[in-house]
């Protein structure tokens, strides 16, 4: 009974540890290039569900949102002030967030290439 409990342990933690192994593996070779815009939001009118969104994908990329470095834009499509201003609170907090306008893509994509 021992033996099977052990035998039953052992199986349990290699599945485990294999599981763990093809993860990381997956991690480092479908993770972005740094330095690279990886998300891209266009938020229009008044979008209670922003600040949630941003967060979770901060979370996603935070390897990359603790070095600074521009990984989500927002895309401010007619955005309400009270909108506005949470983007610009979130992009103050996470640092990793920028806010522009349709007609500035391209210009913060190049900044930061």
Not at 84 to 95: F, K, S, T
């Amino acid at each position: 009974m021992f033996q099977m409990i052990v035998g039953v342990l052992i199986a349990f933690f290699t599945v485990i540890g294999v599981t763990e192994v093809v993860r990381s593996g997956l991690r480092y070779f479908l993770t972005p290039p740094e330095g690279r815009v990886t998300y891209m939001v266009r938020v229009h009118g008044r979008d209670e569900g922003v600040e949630y969104i941003v967060r979770a994908l901060a979370f996603a990329a935070r390897e990359q949102c603790a070095k600074n470095v521009p990984v989500i834009i927002l895309i401010d499509d007619d955005m309400d002030a009270q909108t506005r201003q949470i983007c610009d609170v979130l992009a103050g907090e996470l640092g990793c967030v920028q806010v522009c306008k349709s007609q500035e893509i391209p210009r913060v994509i190049n900044a930061g290439a």
